[in-house]
């Protein structure tokens, strides 16, 4: 999955673990139909969650993308930033095997716990 356009065959799977956690989930596939918020320069989030607990509402956004690379962690910790402004929380996703490849080729270690 190098191509761009096919980050939304990645949706599905983040929607449905947002779902499993209770969250009335929106997707931005067809591109343009999900939640768009002027205050994040136009974009809209790939995936968005929403519920309301203990009458408080829970906003969460996930930036997907498709691969690893400089350019695209850059891209999404951008989007995210923005995010952040409007959401109560907010994650990036990779696909694992993505960021396996790129933590073996970087010699990343990650934190444990």
């Known amino acids: 999955m190098t191509d761009e356009k096919s980050e939304h065959l990645l949706y599905p799977i983040v929607a449905e673990f947002l779902r499993r956690k209770g969250f009335d989930v929106r997707i931005d596939y067809p591109k343009g139909t999900g939640i768009k918020f002027n205050l994040l320069k136009g974009w809209t989030i790939d995936v968005v969650g929403i519920k309301t607990e203990d009458g408080r509402k829970e906003v969460v956004a996930v930036e997907v993308k498709n691969r ?39 010699h990343l270690t990650l934190p444990t716990n």
Do not use: G, H, N, R
């Open 68 to 106: 690893v690379s400089p350019l695209s962690v850059m891209q999404a910790l951008s989007q995210a930033e923005i995010y952040q402004k409007a959401c109560t929380k907010v994650y990036i996703a990779f696909p694992a095997s993505e960021w396996d490849k790129a933590v073996s080729y970087t």
